[in-house]
């Protein structure tokens, strides 16, 4: 036999070993297994801006492409809080022309009022002492005339007997000194007649009867904001130590034309100059702009909240602009020319904005874009698209999501 080792007596587990070092698995079939590599490579995936619509779809039917354009337009906006505010050109704020006691109030809280109506009546003792203080004054002007009268009589009787040497020279003089100073008391009782009369004008009184009431007029035309008085209550400068003496009877503003006091931070004072257009829009009415012009810049700045208050006169035809009511001032910064699209070709996904190129018919890449501040019905873009790229204008919401 020499030295080999017969074939039967060779144990299975070596053969087992063999194998696995040979690099081969053995499944427990004694089989073995394919290869991962072998299997077969995925088809590669769809690019996700891309979006592909079928052309029998009826959806195509439904979008509107056109060429974005360009357009000058501001690329930099500030926007700032604000409030109506009464013009306070416009306010009057009533106080009483004398003492008294408030006996009628003619119009109520909030009435339109027009220049010169009665808004109330004071009852007044200055009424009465007005009314004898002309009375006075006439008299006097009365008693001025008559010492004239003879004095310029006696001056003429001097004259005449001093030509035919009947009276010194002194006496002359003396009657003459009478004269002027009998026209100068009457040019100052005519001057004291005159301020009474005035006086009684004023005052809305007639001058031949005593007990009238003051009626208080409208100084401007406009809407009654505050009543501050009650029938029965006294106002005048006589109530001294108290409150009363400057709180206004009433107050009345001219509303033709209104301002938008905005709170300006120190780093936007740069976008507002006087006379600057601006526009606005406001709480109470959502969706509607409103155009005013800077009439006044504050001169000092805020030191706590680092603003400035910026007034803009707005008109207000139909009075819908009522005071305290909130809104926002925008103002646009430089002009450039860039392209826009209208504010239908934008969508809002995962907090980007988005608008769809067409690239060829029922293909639409997604494009995220920089917009900037809107200009009337369009959108500028900054960023993301150029001229005569063809964009979504209508039916981009069927591509959102896609």
């Not at 001097?158 to 002194?170: M, S």
């Not at 004269?179 to 005052?203: F, H, I, P």
């Not at 003051?214 to 809407?223: C, D, N, Q, T, Y």
Request: hydrophobic share 45%; with cysteine.
């Amino acid at each position: 036999m020499g030295g080999r080792v017969p074939t039967a007596v060779i144990s299975p587990w070596l053969v087992l070993l063999a194998m696995l070092g040979a690099g081969v698995t053995v499944s427990s079939c004694d089989r073995a297994e394919t290869p991962a590599a072998a299997e077969a490579p995925a088809a590669p995936a769809k690019p996700s801006n891309l979006i592909v619509i079928p052309p029998d779809s009826p959806q195509l039917g439904q979008i509107e492409v056109r060429p974005v354009r360009l357009a000058d337009v501001p690329i930099d906006e500030i926007a700032v809080p604000a409030r109506i505010v009464a013009d306070p050109n416009r306010v009057s704020r009533l106080l009483p022309p004398v003492q008294g006691r408030v006996s009628r109030i003619l119009v109520g809280f909030g009435d339109s009022v027009e220049q010169g109506q009665p808004l109330l009546e004071l009852e007044s003792p200055d009424a009465d002492a007005a009314i004898a203080a002309l009375a006075q004054a006439q008299a006097a002007e009365r008693q001025a005339q008559a010492t004239l009268k003879k004095a310029t009589t006696d001056l003429a009787r001097a004259t005449d007997l001093y030509e035919h040497k009947a009276i010194a020279e002194k006496d002359l003089a003396a009657a003459q000194n009478d004269s002027t100073q009998a026209a100068a008391g009457l040019e100052a009782a005519t001057a004291g007649r005159q301020q009474a009369a005035r006086k009684l004008d004023l005052l809305g009184l007639k001058p031949d009867g005593f007990q009238q009431g003051v009626i208080v007029r409208a100084p401007i035309s406009g809407k009654v904001l505050e009543i501050n008085v009650a029938p029965g209550e006294y106002r005048g400068a006589v109530a001294s130590h108290s409150d009363t003496t400057t709180t206004p009877l009433m107050t009345i503003a001219d509303l033709t034309h209104v301002w938008m006091a905005a709170e300006v931070p120190e780093s936007a004072l740069r976008f507002f100059h006087v006379g600057d257009p601006v526009t606005i829009s406001l709480v109470a009415y959502p969706g509607d702009v409103f155009t005013g012009h800077v009439k006044r810049i504050a001169d000092v700045l805020d030191p706590q909240t680092r603003t400035t208050r910026v007034f803009i006169e707005m008109p207000n035809p139909g009075g819908r602009l009522r005071p305290d009511m909130f809104g926002t001032v925008r103002r646009a910064g430089e002009r450039e020319q860039r392209p826009v699209v209208p504010s239908a070709a934008v969508v809002q996904e995962y907090g980007r904005s988005v608008v769809f190129i067409e690239r060829e018919r029922g293909r639409f890449e997604r494009r995220v874009v920089k917009l900037g501040p809107p200009s009337g019905d369009v959108l500028p873009v900054l960023e993301g698209v150029a001229a005569d790229d063809r964009v979504v204008v209508d039916g981009a919401i069927l591509l959102k999501g896609r």
